[in-house]
């Protein structure tokens, strides 16, 4: 444990923090750019890198995205990631009061103690799960997948029947290539680069990037100008730090609340500020206050956004499953350096694993430090036109794709899904169902294969609890939820017929 | 332009279905479920939204596609010379493709060619050929330029 800190607090470990935290950052502020791009778009930057430190860069990267979202939110009240909406609700009205350089600092100091407190969790939580983990056979993976994709479907705000598609058209996704049971060639349309199944990368790549950079083009030739960014004074640390100590207990319950919606899959970071914006609100004095420049709505919003990165990280380390989208194009990042996410990598790669944990602290202390003094100054980066961001995003998609097994095939299968991915959006299916569905379909069939070779009926079943009791609590939620939609049906009806 | 993506995306699952059914044993048991579950769902789904008044989408990624058409065609130009570029890697070698490509893109976006643009994309594509020489290693494919680059870098080093 101490030899992977000691590597954490390298030179060379904390080089590419930083670096991995101006990108993020600069990502993160180009309105449009996400921070599941960010990594999709720069796994391939990390190839000569130790696993270590490659992680520690896609981590940065992750985190410094997240936060770099709210500084075009709170400059010019443009998201730069869909999860610093609510920054952009407190922050830009702040702005507007003349308090630009104290919301840009309170949204640095809060992202940076969110962080802290879910590295911490981060740090605990993970080898604990990760030793029940260990105990976990086939017919525990299965539930715990099912569980997943059945909280991803029911989670979603899209039409149930869409988000059930996407996860299915995941699965199919995932199920192409050599099948385990008789070792044939499937779905492959002749295709034989595909017996080894759809390169991960590609597809991440093809699902988030390209679309994206599809986007940039069309605003570009629709005449969407960059935006344009006064000067913005200095910020000054003793009074963020004094608006944070006074929100000290609602920065903490904020923190925890956002690990705790980070370890669940689907509920992502977009979310999580919405929630702990609104149980704030509840518990506030001056509820009046938020929404119209509140810095308490901020500190809510900050510290819960950047909690839930650390938090989507504990089941994807633990258990192989990803607690969001960035999350799940981190699972690709890893397989990439012959890592296999899951307990095993405790046993396996320990050092790894803690230079992580620690690299994860060292960055959301950089993030805090760089957001505090360099926030003012990497605003001006939003002034890059559109088309010229558009073009060389372009390009490092198909260069990224291309790099990962130098194989021209795996640019048509990043055009195929990004073909797929503005398909889905265009008729109204979300893609996270699909991706994470994506990924995780492989641990899927290969544990009910074993599950089902093995199992001589229900008494197989009786024998495991673990397994029963997540079967239990997908059951419930599957029902609570359908009791929901129907209620909300029937409210809908008894409207329309008023 | 939804119903052509529905209709695609009807007739792709109904495909693999078909792929599904033609997997002989116990192996056929999992595609067979998975493939006709997506068939089903996204067909209750895509008749459901047929039905439904209003469009639920949330559009992002397929943005372009609403465009008026002269600029519908600029993106489909943008669209068409990534694909040519991926194409021609293999006969232009890298430099030469990636460098036609960055600027001829950026021009079709913009509106017009630029000096700034053709000399920036050049220099651009030098320097990271030159980085995938020397730090990333990527064996990208070669062409002239490329391999005098090489034997360049290889006496300068």
């Known amino acids: ?498 | 332009m939804r119903l052509v993506f529905a209709g695609i995306l009807v007739a792709v699952l109904a495909a693999i279905v078909w792929q599904s059914t033609e997997i002989r044993g116990s192996a056929a048991i999992y595609p067979i479920v998975v493939s006709i579950g997506a068939l089903v769902c996204s067909v209750a789904f895509l008749v459901a939204r047929a039905l439904a008044p209003a469009p639920q989408g949330d559009g992002g990624p397929a943005i372009g596609l609403r465009l008026p058409a002269g600029r519908a065609l600029r993106l489909a130009a943008v669209a068409a010379v990534w694909l040519a570029y991926v194409v021609a890697l293999p006969y232009a070698g890298f430099m030469v493709a990636s460098w036609v490509a960055l600027f001829v893109s950026l021009a079709i976006t913009h509106g017009r060619p630029s000096l700034s643009g053709a000399l920036g994309t050049a220099a651009f594509v030098l320097v990271f050929a030159i980085l995938i020489k020397i730090v990333l290693y990527v064996p990208v494919p070669q062409a002239w330029p490329d391999q005098q680059l090489d034997i360049l870098l290889y006496e300068w080093l």
């Open chain 1, 1 to 498: 444990m101490w030899e992977g800190i000691a590597t954490a607090l390298s030179a060379l470990s904390l080089t590419f923090a930083v670096l991995g935290v101006v990108l993020g950052v600069i990502i993160g502020a180009i309105p449009g750019l996400t921070a599941t791009f960010g990594i999709a778009l720069l796994i391939p930057v990390t190839f000569l890198m130790a696993p270590e430190h490659g992680m520690i860069m896609l981590a940065g990267i992750y985190a410094g995205a997240i936060y770099g979202g709210s500084i075009s939110a709170i400059l010019l009240n443009i998201p730069g990631t869909p999860a610093s909406i609510v920054s952009g609700w407190e922050g830009h009205a702040l702005a507007k009061q003349g308090k630009a350089p104290l919301a840009l600092g309170i949204s640095a100091l809060a992202s940076g103690v969110g962080g802290i407190i879910s590295a911490i969790a981060l740090m605990f939580l993970t080898p604990t799960l990760a030793q029940l983990a260990l105990s976990f056979g086939a017919p525990e993976y299965v539930a715990l997948v099912v569980f997943s994709l059945v909280i991803a479907v029911v989670m979603l705000d899209t039409p149930i029947f869409a988000n059930i598609t996407g996860a299915f058209l995941g699965l199919i996704l995932a199920s192409v290539g050599v099948d385990p049971v008789n070792g044939t060639g499937r779905f492959i349309f002749g295709f034989y680069q595909l017996f080894s199944g759809l390169n991960v990368v590609a597809v991440l790549v093809g699902f988030f990037c390209l679309p994206q950079a599809i986007v940039l083009v069309a605003e570009a030739i629709s005449g969407v100008e960059s935006v344009a960014v006064g000067r913005v004074a200095a910020t000054k640390p003793r009074q963020v730090l004094a608006q944070l100590m006074k929100d000290r207990w609602l920065a903490l319950r904020s923190s925890v609340l956002g690990t705790g919606l980070g370890i669940l899959p689907a509920v992502g970071p977009e979310s999580t500020p919405l929630i702990a914006h609104t149980l704030e609100r509840r518990l506030s004095k001056e509820p009046e206050k938020f929404g119209k420049g509140s810095e308490s709505g901020l500190v809510a919003a900050e510290t819960s956004i950047s909690a839930n990165v650390g938090g989507s990280l504990i089941p994807l380390l633990a258990l192989g499953i990803p607690g969001s989208g960035a999350a799940a194009v981190f699972i690709g990042a890893l397989t990439l350096h012959g890592l296999r996410p899951g307990p095993l990598l405790f046993v396996e790669r320990p050092e790894v694993m803690y230079t992580f944990f620690a690299g994860f602290l060292a960055v959301n202390l950089l993030k805090t430090v760089i957001g505090l003094y360099g926030a003012r100054y990497l605003a001006r980066l939003l002034v890059l036109p559109r088309g010229v961001i558009a073009a060389f995003v372009i390009f490092f998609s198909i260069f990224g794709a291309y790099a990962v097994d130098t194989n021209l095939f795996n640019i048509w299968v990043m055009f195929a899904s990004a073909f797929l991915a503005m398909g889905l959006g265009a008729v109204g299916i979300p893609i996270l169902p699909v991706v994470l569905a994506f990924i995780l379909g492989g641990v899927l069939e290969r544990n009910l294969a074993i599950t089902l070779a093995r199992s001589d009926g229900v008494v197989y079943f009786l024998e495991r609890p673990l397994a029963l009791g997540i079967f239990a609590v997908t059951a419930m939620i599957i029902l609570l939820s359908t009791w929901r939609r129907l209620g909300r049906l029937r409210k809908r009806s008894v409207e329309a017929k008023a």
